[in-house]
């Protein structure tokens, strides 16, 4: 099962260039987001892409009340990890790790799975624990 990062769902809705494939990765029935992404996705297209609240959850209820995509809650353990894998990989100028990118890679860590991202830092990380990385195109083409 595939657990897409924020900017996953963010490509997806907003158009950018890794939608295609983050629909490819829907398709197959075993794609999972953690809890903690949605709410960051949500965020990042209510403020960056200026999305209202109505088209977003139009855009992502059929997938989730689906099964299409599952949504994942992070227990204590996975909290513990998301931890000290941020102290670990943080960096503020070259690994500007969010705590919620650090709750996907415990989860990753903890579920298995690969991690679908365009975002460099989480690549990084992820490879560094050993976890499997589907690099996304980011919003300029670049993968990560």
């Given amino acids: 099962m595939t657990l897409l990062d924020a900017y996953a769902l963010i490509a997806l809705l907003a158009d950018e260039p ?3 494939e983050v629909e490819e990765i829907l398709r197959t029935g075993e794609a999972r987001v953690i ?5 960051e996705a949500v ?5 960056v892409h200026d999305l209202s609240s109505d088209d977003i959850r139009t855009a992502l209820e059929p997938l989730l009340l689906g099964s299409v995509l599952s949504a994942v809650e992070s ?3 996975q909290a513990w990890l998301a931890a000290e894998l941020r102290a670990k990989h943080y960096n503020r ?3 500007a790790l969010s705590l919620a990118d650090c709750f996907l890679l415990a989860h990753a860590i ?12 989480i690549a990084a990380a992820a490879r560094a624990e050993e976890v499997e ?4 195109p980011d919003s300029s083409g670049e993968r990560a």
Avoid: F, H, Q, S
Avoid at 43 to 47: A, E, G, N, P, S
Avoid at 110 to 121: E, K, L, N, Q
Avoid at 133 to 136: F, K
């Fill in 93 to 95: 100028k070259t690994a």
């Fill in 110 to 121: 903890t579920d298995g799975g690969p991690i679908a991202t365009p975002d460099p830092p």
């Fill in 133 to 136: 990385v589907l690099a996304l």
């Fill in 75 to 77: 227990d204590e353990r």
């Fill in 18 to 20: 890794a939608a295609a």
């Fill in 35 to 39: 809890v903690v992404n949605l709410a």
């Fill in 43 to 47: 965020d990042i297209c209510r403020r």
